[in-house]
């Protein structure tokens, strides 16, 4: 068995098992946790649409306060735009869910593919820098923040170089490449990187709090 | 505004003094731990759990925290000020504490020592970064989470802990007892104010604070008026006037219950329907949110913040006001418990458009507004003075911005922070409460 072959056979399968039961345990781990029913008598029972509007909105706050984080809020936009239409838009990586899917999508052209892969990965390594010099950054810093960095990173820097040709043997890197995911997959769910799903439930969470008491969070 | 000189630099001498009168406390640094541990695994809920499993530490809550913004010191990053909780969740709670454990050291009485400033000095729980956080996260509450563990470590400030041990064991706040009490309803009366006190039945209790009696009385006097204007059935308590509650503040929780269930038994007693809480943020938020949670059910009565109440009778048409605009405007400060945790946006603004004043809005107003640097008993705290200060500039600019003719409040205590940081900054905006200019500007 090549590389490769582990890669895209009992690689991809135990990352993803891992990934899927991993996170499941996680999610599944906090519900069970004790549910404190709020008594208080509440101003709005509209918590659920406030759940739900706070899901989308958080995603663009109030003036006053993204004018304070313009530079995070642009720059995480970017990255993260950037990452999915990667991940999803690729022509090698769409033919690769069209075989375990059945169907493809039309993607981005490759070179264009490249550019926002480019402009992701510098964007990534601008923030990781960020981490390092910026006061507040460095101290709320911890090691799963640039294991997370490291390994999306390296996930970036493996495709282009896989994508570009730029490593002689081809099947190698993208062998490596491909381990490099599956690596991510098994770190999503012991890092932060488990955002992934616990942005929608503490956003609605927040957002159903605060409607509660009227107030559109 | 009326207010006394010598009252007001009594009372600052006074909460100077504080600092003086708690008692010595002595407890082995593994009891402090062992107990801090306790609370956070007793008070752990769901939505705390999600609140510690979601940060990213992406420091946005920092950009909008007052005490970060005024004085770009990373250690008030709000995302901080809860990381010995956090670390607790991560080694003990979590799913995956298995593998964190690992990674992830204990807590320490060091940390627990280190964050008393960081839990009490630097956060008024105002929850601006509630409203910032990409993920959703309440910060707010999970630093409330960390005053209780620090509470129960006896690692509250000596003046918090002095005025919480005080109401403990005295049942008074700031030497406030029932005579004062009594004393200022005769003085009230004289001046033809009537408050009826200990009826045995009434529809609606009214609560006051020691902030109202040592210093704005005329907040009771207008409290009494607007009452007796709309006639309706209302008593306040001698043995129960004080809505104030230290336990809430302090995050003493089996004192917070303690007050609470004081009010609701005044009430039940009066077999009370409604209960008004002061222009007290605090106090709106420990009875109105938090009331029915220590009782363990909704209590009979409904509770209403005096400018909730005001508000309310405004639309209703109950309560008619003289138009005394004529040009004058004013802004407005939200109190961050009232109005972003409290939900009372629009009562205030009603009251202020019902007297025909121009109302000039700060830049950051209702759920964002800036707090004024002294809520949650940061206000009593000798040594958060400088960085208070630093907080409170931000807020001066904001209303400065305005251009208004006067500021309006329905909080005596960041009234009580406008007027001490204001003399102290050599700024001269006039205060007004709200209940003041309404009572004062009531329709024939």
């Known amino acids: 068995m090549t590389l490769l072959d582990f890669a895209l056979g009992p690689g991809l399968k135990w990352s993803l098992l891992i990934m899927i039961a991993g996170l499941t345990w996680r999610v599944v781990g906090v519900f069970l946790g004790r549910w404190r029913r709020d008594l208080s008598r509440p101003r709005s029972e509209a918590v659920v649409q406030g759940g739900l509007r706070t899901i989308i909105t958080r995603s663009a706050p109030a003036r006053e306060l993204e004018k304070n984080i313009r530079f995070q809020h642009i720059t995480g936009y970017i990255w993260h735009i950037g990452f999915f239409a990667t991940v999803l838009l690729f022509e090698p990586h769409i033919a690769f869910f069209e075989s375990v899917l059945g169907f493809a999508w039309p993607g981005l052209p490759s070179h264009l593919a490249l550019v926002v892969a480019a402009i992701t990965l510098a964007v990534l390594v601008m923030l990781t820098l960020r981490r390092m010099i910026h006061p507040v950054m460095r101290m709320i810093t911890s090691t799963d923040d640039y294991v997370s960095l490291i390994i999306i990173i390296s996930a970036m820097v493996t495709g282009i170089m896989a994508s570009t040709h730029m490593f002689p043997r081809y099947e190698t890197i993208l062998a490596v490449h491909i381990l490099n995911v599956e690596l991510l997959f098994i770190w999503i769910p012991f890092s932060k990187l488990g955002h992934l799903f616990f942005w929608l439930l503490s956003r609605y969470r927040i957002g159903s709090y605060f409607e509660r008491k009227g107030v559109k969070a | ?444």
């Open chain 2, 1 to 444: 505004m009326n207010i006394p000189l010598a009252a007001m630099e009594q009372m600052n001498v006074d909460v100077a003094a504080l600092v003086t009168k708690a008692q010595p406390t002595e407890m082995p640094d593994e009891e402090r731990v062992a107990r801090t541990k306790h609370v956070f695994m007793k008070r752990m809920s769901m939505g705390l759990a999600m609140n510690l499993e979601s940060c990213i530490n992406c420091g946005m809550c920092a950009e909008v925290c007052h005490f970060y913004m005024a004085t770009q010191d990373p250690r008030y990053a709000p995302v901080r000020k809860f990381l010995p909780l956090r670390r607790f969740y991560r080694r003990e709670l979590t799913p995956i504490r298995w593998i964190n454990r690992l990674f992830v050291r204990d807590i320490r009485a060091d940390d627990l020592k280190d964050w008393q400033e960081l839990v009490y000095d630097s956060c008024t729980t105002c929850g601006r970064c509630d409203m910032v956080c990409p993920m959703g996260i309440g910060i707010s509450e999970t630093v409330r989470l960390m005053r209780e563990g620090l509470a129960a470590a006896e690692l509250v400030p000596s003046e918090l802990q002095a005025v919480d041990e005080e109401q403990r064991e005295n049942g008074t706040v700031l030497g406030i007892d029932s005579n004062q009490f009594k004393a200022l309803v005769a003085e009230l009366a004289a001046e033809g104010v009537n408050i009826p006190v200990d009826k045995q039945k009434a529809d609606i209790l009214v609560l006051s604070s020691a902030f109202n009696l040592r210093l704005f009385r005329n907040s009771i006097a207008g409290t009494a008026k607007i009452l007796n204007k709309l006639g309706v059935d209302w008593t306040m308590s001698s043995r129960c006037f004080d809505a104030s509650n230290f336990g809430y503040l302090s995050g003493d929780y089996p004192a917070e219950e303690m007050e609470t269930l004081r009010i609701i038994d005044a009430a039940r007693e009066c077999d009370a329907s409604v209960v008004i809480v002061p222009e007290c943020g605090h106090a709106y938020m420990a009875l109105r949110w938090g009331g029915a949670n220590v009782l363990g059910r909704r209590p009979k009565f409904r509770t209403f913040a005096i400018s909730e109440f005001i508000g309310r009778e405004i639309q209703a048409g109950r309560l008619r006001l003289k138009t005394i605009g004529n040009g004058k405007s004013v802004t407005l400060h939200d109190s961050c418990q009232q109005v972003r945790h409290g939900g009372l946006l629009s009562e205030a603004r009603m009251a202020i458009a019902a007297l025909g004043l121009e109302l000039r809005e700060m830049e950051s107003r209702g759920r964002t507004a800036l707090c004024c640097g002294a809520g949650e008993g940061v206000n009593l705290i000798n040594r958060a003075e400088p960085l208070r200060q630093k907080a409170f500039s931000l807020k001066m600019k904001e209303v400065d911005d305005t251009g208004a003719d006067s500021l309006v409040t329905s909080c005596d205590n960041c009234r009580y922070n406008f007027l001490t940081g204001g003399a102290k900054a050599g700024w001269e905006m006039p205060v007004e409460s709200l209940v003041e200019l309404v009572a004062d500007n009531l329709e024939d």
